[in-house]
């Protein structure tokens, strides 16, 4: 499949920082969960301690920083991290949603949490998690069968549209790209029947935009998610994410270096074998994993990192667009508080899906999870008509420690 991906034509700059990428050169191949990715060649030599001081950082610094790291700008009317200057109209709407659409919101939000949180632990009584095998802390009831199986994913995907709902997401625009400009696309339907694979994919693969994309994606097929280790012990969503089969990961490791590459080593062997399960048995929960590794406005294609494509196993790309007028549903350089209370105080938000076809990757991509990663990103940028960029969390911390200082000394 990978050599048609030559013809296609994907959106791009005139800044230097975004650029196709052709080969499996790129740096497309960061360690699975490690968040702490190097910086790339032309990003500025700049420790984000020393931009938190007033000085540190000046509206001409800002302005060349913002070119170069675009994917993580706001451009909604309440400008950098939520903190820009409002126009009196935006700040009198702002006011009434707050005082009466935000407290409804909120208990009707937590209400459905709760409730769903009750039917888990229903559910799960007087039964064992499933246990990792070389991690004591992974466990999951994602294997659990029979009646109570299904009320959880069924009573899961159903609340979790209610809470859309309740979040002003009242109607979502789904598409399914089953054509590429009046063609099927190509060797989708050869690369599957000569491999003899199932038509279920074995991974979801999604850019990510916000926290609404994982509703979202419980709402539609309730997969299992990669989660930070922390999100297990969290009341409530502890158990809901067990119930989903997520996989916990320790973002950071403390330890020591050796001891970090084997807790990520591991870990990406968990979600590898997770994948080639749900491959294999249609009994196994979808993995669901956002390869970008972090959160962008929703305009820009991140780096893949490689995974969710070791497994050798086809996905299904997912495309998540928020279209807005005000404030913009994307969580890319805005505190979690300031994003919720923005969003529910906005009466309706708008979300729009694309899915791609089922990828069946080649031999060549199977013995190159690079090639790979960089094919289906590559697909998915130029369907959903989104921007290649070669920055990442390590450049996403750098801009905003740059905002912090910035809007420190106003």
Not at 38 to 58: C, E, G, I, R
Not at 70 to 80: I, L, N, Q, T
Not at 223 to 248: D, E, M, N, T
Not at 253 to 262: Q, T
Request: hydrophobic share 40%; with cysteine.
């Amino acid at each position: 499949m990978e050599t048609e991906l030559k013809n296609l034509k994907i959106p791009n700059t005139n800044h230097q920082q975004f650029h196709h990428v052709d080969d499996g050169s790129s740096n497309i191949d960061r360690p699975l969960l490690k968040s702490d990715s190097p910086q790339s060649s032309d990003s500025p030599s700049v420790d984000p301690a020393t931009l938190t001081t007033a000085s540190a950082v000046t509206a001409a610094d800002l302005e060349e920083m913002e070119k170069k790291y675009a994917a993580f700008v706001r451009h909604d009317v309440y400008g950098s991290m939520g903190r820009g200057p409002i126009p009196l109209t935006e700040k009198i709407l702002l006011g009434l949603a707050f005082v009466t659409l935000l407290p409804i919101r909120f208990v009707l939000g937590l209400s459905i949490l709760f409730v769903y949180y009750l039917i888990c632990r229903v559910c799960t009584l007087f039964s064992r998690p499933n246990r990792g095998v070389d991690d004591d802390q992974q466990e999951d009831y994602a294997h659990m069968g029979g009646r109570r199986r299904e009320v959880v994913v069924r009573s899961g995907r159903f609340l979790s549209r209610l809470l859309l709902f309740v979040m002003g997401v009242y109607w979502i625009r789904e598409r399914n790209l089953d054509h590429h400009e009046g063609d099927k696309l190509p060797n989708e339907k050869k690369n599957r029947d000569q491999s003899g694979e199932p038509q279920r994919p074995a991974a979801i693969i999604s850019n990510h935009v916000s926290y609404l994309d994982i509703l979202y994606h419980m709402s539609s097929s309730f997969p299992s998610f990669v989660a930070k280790r922390s999100v297990a012990k969290l009341p409530l969503v502890g158990l809901i994410s067990k119930c989903l089969g997520c996989v916990f990961v320790q973002r950071e490791s403390k330890s020591s270096d050796f001891k970090g590459v084997s807790v990520v080593l591991s870990l990406a062997g968990a979600v590898t074998e997770r994948i080639k399960e749900a491959h294999e048995s249609k009994h196994a929960p979808v993995m669901m994993l956002f390869p970008e590794g972090t959160t962008t406005n929703g305009n820009f294609l991140l780096p893949f990192k490689t995974g969710a494509f070791l497994a050798k196993s086809p996905v299904l790309p997912v495309i998540l667009r928020y279209p807005y007028r005000r404030f913009s549903p994307a969580w890319d350089s805005i505190s979690g508080i300031r994003h919720v209370i923005f969003l529910l105080c906005q009466f309706i938000n708008y979300v729009e899906v694309a899915k791609l076809p089922v990828y069946y990757p080649s031999k060549e991509e199977k013995d190159d999870p690079k090639l790979y990663a960089n094919n289906v990103r590559r697909l998915m940028a130029s369907e959903g008509n989104l921007i290649l960029s070669d920055v990442g969390l390590a450049e996403k911390r750098i801009y905003h420690a740059a905002l912090n200082g910035f809007l420190s000394q106003r």
